[in-house]
């Protein structure tokens, strides 16, 4: 008899959890005060839909895509940025810090900089003008007098023309071998500017979807790297790196697809009303700073190429790579190993030959790993009781960096 009446029950209970899900799905829409209000109407409407479909009996098969979708478009930071510190003076401050030489990379960065610093002073004075006007009308109004001519084009309109102008800032493309820093100073010029980095590699990418995100009817549908990159940096406006934009898949058709797509992403003439095809609605990213990465031209299209300054970055000199071992290099490799800098100490003249164990290296990511073997030794000495003090020599430094090491000429 109780057994019977637990099964009675079970269609309501089943009803009720239903419910609950669909109560949270609305909470997640309504506390969401950032999104845009046609998102949260057509939010809203899959969610209404979602009550009606209970008592078919196909919930389930509605649910999971609608709970997926209202999921990733919560999660989009719609209204947040950071602010950022356009002084070009810190701006090469903190190159420097982390960057030794390059001082033809460094001067295009700071001219950038300065353009953004400049287009940001005008869309400034374009807001003062406005409220200006609108002050000057309410104060003729109230004195009886005839109020000064409204402009036709608003302050909306003008801030986007302003924003998808050919004055906007371009688009760098670093162009230089591996390992010559590319990544390092696109990650410095973000700190730099107090702007979060995140990093989209298109080696061998998959396809154009891994950009553009799956639509929602489609298997395994999920937005595309651009809207996941805004997701993990939590702001409208990061430093955004297309890492090994030469790297695409050297498919014909794939290929064409992938650059058309970074042609929208890129271009700031397009970019404000940048379409996912899961998302389905249009997301502005013109506030992103975007640094394209490339080790050759080759792989990119003609029309991609139109919309990149490209900054060619060229192998660095011995006496550079001098100055990034000893300043840059062996201190980051000492904190990160647990060598205190009394512990080590080099003669002036074993750095050309730590700089170049067997050859020429065009870049510092062979030179990073020869320290760090070279650091990594000394700290097994300390550990096994040799010593506490180690100084490196023309004479021992083979102790440390065996024949083996280095790249062969």
């Not at 309501?12 to 909470?27: F, S, T």
């Not at 002073?121 to 200006?132: F, L, M, P, S, T």
């Not at 906007?168 to 591996?178: M, R």
């Amino acid at each position: 008899m109780n057994d019977s009446a637990n099964n009675s029950n079970l269609p309501n209970a089943a009803a009720g959890n239903e419910l609950a899900e669909i109560q949270k799905l609305l909470q997640m829409v309504q506390n969401n005060v950032d999104l845009p209000p046609h998102l949260r109407e057509k939010a809203l409407g899959m969610i209404y839909r979602l009550e009606k479909v209970i008592e078919y009996g196909s919930f389930s098969r509605e649910f999971e895509p609608i709970s997926e979708y209202i999921n990733w478009i919560t999660q989009i930071p719609w209204n947040k940025t950071t602010n950022d510190n356009l002084e070009i003076t810190n701006v090469k401050t903190e190159l420097d810090k982390t960057h030794y030489g390059l001082e033809n990379v460094k001067e295009r960065v700071v001219e950038f900089i300065a353009m953004m610093n400049l287009k940001q002073k005008n869309e400034a004075a374009v807001i003062q003008g406005e409220k200006d006007r609108v002050i000057a009308n309410q104060t003729s109004a109230q004195a009886g007098q005839a109020s000064a001519p409204v402009n036709s084009v608003n302050l909306s309109q003008e801030m986007s023309r302003l924003q998808g102008s050919s004055s906007h800032a371009p688009i760098i493309c670093f162009v230089g071998v591996q390992g010559i820093g590319k990544t390092s100073i696109a990650k410095s010029i973000a700190g730099a500017l107090g702007r979060k980095f995140v990093r989209i590699s298109l080696g061998a990418i998959g396809g154009v979807t891994e950009l553009r995100g799956r639509s929602k009817g489609e298997i395994d549908a999920e937005p595309g790297q651009v809207i996941k990159a805004l997701i993990r940096t939590g702001v409208m406006n990061p430093l955004i790196l297309i890492d090994e934009v030469d790297k695409v898949s050297s498919e014909t058709g794939l290929r064409a697809d992938v650059m058309a797509a970074l042609l929208e992403i890129l271009d700031p003439e397009q970019n404000s009303t940048f379409m996912d095809h899961f998302i389905d609605y249009p997301v502005d990213l013109s506030g992103v700073i975007f640094i394209a990465t490339a080790n050759n031209l080759g792989g990119i299209s003609a029309a991609l190429l139109d919309r990149l300054e490209i900054v060619r970055m060229s192998s660095y000199s011995d006496d550079e790579k001098l100055h990034i071992a000893r300043d840059y290099l062996l201190p980051k490799v000492m904190q990160a190993s647990g060598v205190l800098p009394g512990q080590i100490s080099f003669q002036d003249a074993v750095w050309p030959l730590v700089i170049r164990p067997l050859g020429f290296d065009a870049g510092i990511r062979e030179l990073e790993r020869t320290i760090t073997n070279l650091v990594r030794k000394v700290a097994r000495k300390i550990v096994s009781g040799e010593g506490e003090r180690f100084e490196i020599s023309p004479e021992n430094f083979r102790e440390y960096i065996p024949e083996d090491i280095g790249v062969y000429s």
